[in-house]
């Protein structure tokens, strides 16, 4: 595979598993801090290890 395909569909996967963390449901509370409106993933997702985590099944840092 070259370069450029690989780089291809590692992007078009890293856009898959974002929107799957980004529209995963969520609570009905939206919080506005500065104008900017917030509302918190579910728990699955509540912090950056668990999001990292996440990722991290499909890009480890061998």
């Known amino acids: 595979m070259d370069h450029e395909r690989f780089f291809r569909n ?3 996967q890293a856009e898959q598993v974002w929107s799957r963390v980004m ?3 969520r609570r009905k509370v939206i ?3 500065n104008g900017v409106d917030y509302t918190p993933l579910p728990d699955r997702f509540n912090t ?3 999001i990292a985590r996440y990722f991290r099944r499909y ?3 061998d």
């Open 23 to 25: 529209s995963s449901p």
């Open 48 to 50: 950056r290890r668990k």
């Open 31 to 33: 919080y506005t801090v």
């Open 10 to 12: 590692m992007i078009e």
């Open 59 to 61: 890009w480890g840092s």
